[in-house]
């Protein structure tokens, strides 16, 4: 994670529940607070501190604030500690301490905190570290943390249990979860806890796709396009692009060129290959680079 995004994240600290008992509004009256050992106080200091927010911006000052609130059981502020451990701000990046930070976190209450152990131990793969992955995936879960849920439905269906996945993937999805509808959807496909239906797999990626998951629309415009409905194809492929997908563009680029489902246009199909290469897409940078 680069600089920029693990400042994004201390910044909505308040996604992670940074809220929850943090009344303070001023660096003053968070400081004199977590002087008096109101742990939530500690954390609201170090993210004002960490962003320049109120006060000038001083990092060593913010690890110091949630080192202090970490100490003093604010979950929050060991995640937040950690994240900065495992990026090196002011000391060595270390991320066996920054995922105890996490774990601490985690054990004080933050679901966000349990997800990141919980990707750590993805991550390092180790005798027993799926296990202990599943473990705060579903610790995150059962504390309402959407992402730690995705991730506990997943965990559980690599582990060979995809009748308990399925189902959670379905509860995922009545949630209008984009990313459980899509994992439902697979499991559809593949008959993986559940019988084949390929019908039933459609409908969920459809509603995975209105959800907003690109991976649920690449996947269905693909069917339609084997299912030789090119020109179904064609609409969802132009809603991609306009979000912004590379993937998106490219695949609509292709149909131009080939004319599959919409009328040949070779022009169209070059500003839409340089568009997808322009958002990352490596296939479409080759594809421009050929012509």
Known sequence: MNGRLVAAVITLGAVWGA?????????????????????????????????????????DVARKLFAIGCNAGSGNACVN??????EG????????????????????????????????????G????????????????????RDGCLRLAKAVGDAGDSVRAAAMFLAGCEKRVAEACAGAADLYSAGNGVEVDEVRAKALRTKACDL???????????????????????????RLCDRGSGA??????????????????????????????????????DASSDE
């Open 19 to 59: 809220r929850a008992g943090a009344e303070c509004s001023s660096v003053k009256a968070c400081a004199t607070e977590c002087r008096d050992g109101k742990a939530a106080s500690c954390d609201t200091a170090g993210r004002m501190f960490f962003n320049g927010r109120g006060v000038d911006a001083d990092r």
């Open 81 to 86: 500690l950690g994240m900065m451990t495992r």
């Open 89 to 124: 701000y002011g000391i060595a990046p270390d991320e066996n301490r920054a995922a105890e930070l996490f774990e601490m976190g985690c054990f004080a209450g933050s679901a966000r905190g349990c997800v990141l152990v919980g990707e750590f131990c993805d991550k390092r």
């Open 126 to 145: 180790g005798d027993g570290d799926a296990h202990r992955a599943q473990l705060a995936f579903e610790r995150a879960c059962k504390a309402g943390d």
């Open 212 to 238: 907003g998951d690109e991976s649920a629309c690449l996947a269905l415009a693909g069917g339609l396009e084997e299912s030789e409905h090119a020109a179904s194809a064609v609409a969802i492929y132009k």
């Open 248 to 285: 998106g563009c490219y695949r609509l680029a292709l149909l131009y060129s080939e004319g599959d489902g919409v009328p040949a246009d070779e022009k169209r199909a070059g500003r839409l290959f340089k568009r997808a290469c322009d958002l990352g897409d490596s296939e479409a940078c």
